[in-house]
């Protein structure tokens, strides 16, 4: 299993707001900062948040990231079809040495 | 822009050697960053393969880091992959990105190459 945990599904509505969850631990999430990554079906994964709470340059503003502690968690608001895909979380582990993912959410727009 | 493109065998047969090359273009892989392997078994999640400076110097998974060997060469903006002893479990598609922001922060991505490792 995953050095990160995340909830394997999330869904709601248009227009509403979902968060998605990483739990980590002081190795990693504790010490480093999370990034976090859409994926659509068939594609890459993309940069959507970096440094724990910062966009990069083309991304809208309805995703926010946030840490506290050892967790991170990713918010989309105003939720779109174009928002069903898989997010995954990401950071340095210091005891591996290593990167690290979480298991990824994939996000139902209901 | 910067772009990245995977190349390599789509097939490879158990027991041997998965080698992959990324070619960087836009942006001289000299100038800094690190440069990472990640790849994504099918129907499964992301899972961190490597990543490497331009200088030489790599960190590897650990459960992979007896089998695993990656290389930069500046001269040519490129970096490799090379897995040996390979079984069905690394049938994955295999991408290579750039670490822009550190931590994990892969800014670029290629498209992502699927290699299969048959029996």
Known sequence: ?110 | QVQLEESGPGLVKASGTLSLMCTVSGYPISNGYYWGWIRQPPGKGLEYIGTIYHTGSSYYNPALKTRLTMTVDTSTNQFSLKLSSVTAADTAVYYCARDYYDNSGYDEWGQGILVTVSS
Request: aromatic fraction near 8%; proline fraction near 5%.
């Open chain 1, 1 to 110: 299993q995953s050095v990160l945990t995340q909830p394997p599904s999330v869904s709601a509505a248009p227009g509403q707001r979902v968060s998605i969850s990483c739990s980590g631990s002081s190795s990693n999430i504790g010490n480093h900062y999370v990034s976090w990554f859409q994926q659509l079906p068939g594609t890459a994964p993309k940069l959507i948040i970096y440094d724990n709470d910062r966009r990069p340059s083309g991304i809208s503003d309805r995703f926010s990231g946030s840490k506290s502690a050892t967790s991170a968690t990713l918010g989309i608001t105003g939720l779109q079809t174009g928002d069903e895909a898989d997010y995954y979380c990401a950071t340095w582990d210091s005891t591996l040495s290593a990167g690290v993912f979480g298991g990824g959410t994939r996000v139902t727009v209901l």
